[in-house]
């Protein structure tokens, strides 16, 4: 039904083209570089008509403008950050819908990384493109939110189904991996996981997308809200016990 495009963007991010066959429609999930979305697209034969942007930072919005210039697209960007972000065409918030010709996707609040971070899911398709709001193993800074609002922005992600492919934006799975067991250091499955990110690092190969379930069971900021995580990191609950994490992964 649908095709996804990966590539990689500046230091560590990921590109994504977003194609629709039937109606020969293709969006860029964010705009990191658009030199390189251009080609891509040139490469693949694929015709940009959208540009769907998750959070306002440069490395997610700098190329809209040059993008558009060069194909005419709609730049469909978060109604809360409209005002620092470029030609945008339409604003939109959890809640709302989009779509690429027949396919349809799920706007969802997932603020905290910055306040009016969105993300995408295409619930037909079984995938999310979720920006810098969660990543493989860890989650976003907390540059802009508070911990109530990106902890309920996690519970977004993690109520949809456990077989979601989560496309995040950048490669720091590895990073990620050696927090995580180190908040997290009797999670087996969270060994294993981190075993094989370090063999697909070491072989050049990307970690990036993962699949929500595995992620429910080894990533320790979706795990807040477990009894064990509570305990090892205090609070009381799965609000102060992310708070602790994030600040802990922060000063790792």
Not at 76 to 104: K, Q, W
Not at 134 to 158: D, H, N, P, Y
Not at 217 to 225: G, H, I, S, V, Y
């Amino acid at each position: 039904m649908i095709e996804v495009h990966q590539f990689p963007c500046l230091s560590d991010n990921y590109g994504y083209l977003l194609h629709e066959p039937v109606s020969g429609e293709t969006a860029c999930i964010d705009t990191p570089d658009a030199d390189a979305y251009l080609r891509e697209a040139e490469r693949k034969g694929w015709r940009i008509t959208q540009i769907w942007n998750t959070h306002w930072h440069p490395d997610h919005a700098g190329g809209n403008e040059a993008i558009k210039a060069a194909t005419g697209c709609t730049i469909v960007a978060p109604a809360a950050e409209a005002s620092r972000i470029a030609a945008i065409d339409r604003n939109v918030s959890g809640g709302d819908s989009v779509s690429l010709g027949r396919l349809a996707a799920d706007v969802i609040d997932v603020g905290g990384h910055t306040k009016g971070h969105i993300a995408y899911h295409l619930p037909d398709a079984g995938v999310a493109f979720v920006g810098d709001s969660v990543f493989a193993l860890g989650c976003g800074r907390m540059f802009e939110g508070t911990a109530e609002q990106f902890w309920a922005s996690l519970e977004r992600i993690k109520a949809l189904p456990a077989e979601t492919l989560l496309y995040c934006a950048h490669e720091y799975t590895a990073a990620n991996a050696r927090f995580a067991l180190h908040a997290d250091p009797d999670n087996r499955a969270l060994a294993q996981y981190a075993d094989e990110v370090n063999e697909r690092r070491s072989e050049g190969l990307p970690t990036v997308p993962t699949r929500l379930g595995l992620e429910l069971a080894t990533n320790p900021f979706l795990r807040a809200d477990d009894p064990d995580m509570q305990s090892r990191w205090g609070g009381g609950g799965p609000v102060a016990t992310f708070a602790a994490l994030r600040a802990a992964k922060d000063n790792f």
